[in-house]
């Protein structure tokens, strides 16, 4: 099993009924895979923060566990974000 990361980007191009969401949530459930998320709220910088890039365009994340990326990327063609013009990340994280 191999867990991942998806990184939301708030780029989409129309906005995105609470409906849609909602279908998603449930394909996502379903699916067995999903293992949490949420919206990213406000943001500090500790540490050398004249140095760090801007994360402002990541609006949420969430998390899955897979053992085919292949029915992840399926899972993921339906994301509202995309569906509407968007992105998002997919990280897989590594084991350590």
């Known amino acids: 099993m191999t867990e991942y990361l998806l990184l939301i980007h708030g780029n989409e191009n129309s906005p995105i009924p609470d409906e849609e969401w ?37 609006v ?7 053992v085919e990326k292949s029915r992840l990327l399926d899972l993921l063609k339906i994301h509202p974000v995309v569906v509407h013009g968007g992105s998002v990340e997919l990280c897989e994280l590594p084991r350590s």
């Not at 949530?25 to 923060?49: C, K, P």
């Not at 949420?60 to 897979?66: L, Y």
């Open 22 to 58: 909602a279908r998603f949530l449930t394909a996502a459930h379903q699916s067995g895979m999903f293992a949490g998320g949420s919206e990213v709220g406000r943001r500090e910088f500790l540490g050398n923060a004249a140095s760090a890039r801007s994360s402002e365009h990541i």
């Open 60 to 66: 949420g994340f969430m998390r899955f566990d897979a």
